[in-house]
């Protein structure tokens, strides 16, 4: 089943195109590594995924429903690239912030129950922070942070999980453990993943799917697909194109 089908979908600014006739399916459990250059509409397009921006010619269907009809938004877990940072006296906790994840679920009812409290401690500890739990989220590291804003994005259990350079703030050893969770979300939870990032030459050790664009898609495939393409190879060189497939775990 496609969860995402994208249909010649294009998108402007100002008179200028950011996505030109894109179009790609994503099917269920899939995990896309979302890539291409600075200013390429990698944003662009997740937020036209989600409603957040109207294109101006195509069509986006999740879950077999159209934008305007689609009703199920706690299927669909997003941490977006800019997060500003909070304010030291800002009030919430870290539990607090991840509990606003549970508001998609139709079972919510504005208060916390056992289970919405065990689900915010599992997904705590299984991002190594149970322990600042009770901490304001304006005393912590950017790093720690983004981790509660991850958590916040996945407490939920969403089917589909979008997010948009999550680890950009993260220290390596955090990153390889995060990387391992979207891993374990993937493979164990069955959740389907698109992730984008800046990291072409690493991206293939998580990722099974390559979707590159720059305005228009560039490429849509496995990896290995990717690596037997000799257009890929004129596009990014040939020794790119091996460090990238060296990266990618066949």
């Known amino acids: ?84 940072a909070f304010n030291p006296h800002f009030p919430s906790t870290v539990r607090e912030i991840v509990a606003l994840g549970l508001i998609s679920k139709r079972t919510f009812s504005g208060r916390l129950d056992k289970a919405d409290r065990m689900a915010i401690d599992r997904t705590l500890d299984r991002l190594h922070i149970l322990d600042i739990g009770d901490s304001l989220i304006g005393e912590l590291s950017g790093g720690q942070q983004q981790r509660v804003l991850i958590a916040r994005a996945i407490v939920h259990k969403p089917e589909i999980v979008i997010l948009d350079e999550p680890a950009s703030a993260l220290d390596p ?32 050790q998580h990722a099974g799917k390559l979707l590159y664009i720059d305005r228009k898609v560039i490429f849509y495939g496995s990896f290995d697909d990717f690596c037997r393409s000799e257009n890929m190879a004129a596009l990014f060189g040939g020794n790119a194109q091996h460090i990238i497939c060296h990266q990618h775990d066949r």
Do not use: C
Request: net charge negative; no cysteine.
């Open 1 to 84: 089943m496609n969860v995402i089908d994208v249909r010649n979908l294009s998108f402007s600014y100002n008179g200028v195109d950011v996505l030109k006739d894109i179009s790609f399916a994503v099917h269920g459990e899939d995990y896309v590594g979302l890539a291409g250059p600075n200013g390429s509409g990698k944003t662009t397009l997740l937020k036209a995924l989600l409603g957040i921006v109207a294109p101006a010619r195509g069509v986006v269907r999740l879950f077999d429903h159209e934008l305007n009809d689609f009703r199920d938004w706690h299927k669909i877990g997003y941490l977006p690239q800019k997060l500003n």
């Open 173 to 204: 050893d955090t990153r390889e453990h995060f990387f391992s969770i979207l891993r374990d979300l993937n493979r164990a939870d069955h959740a389907t993943v698109i992730l984008v990032t800046h990291d072409i030459g690493s991206i293939g």
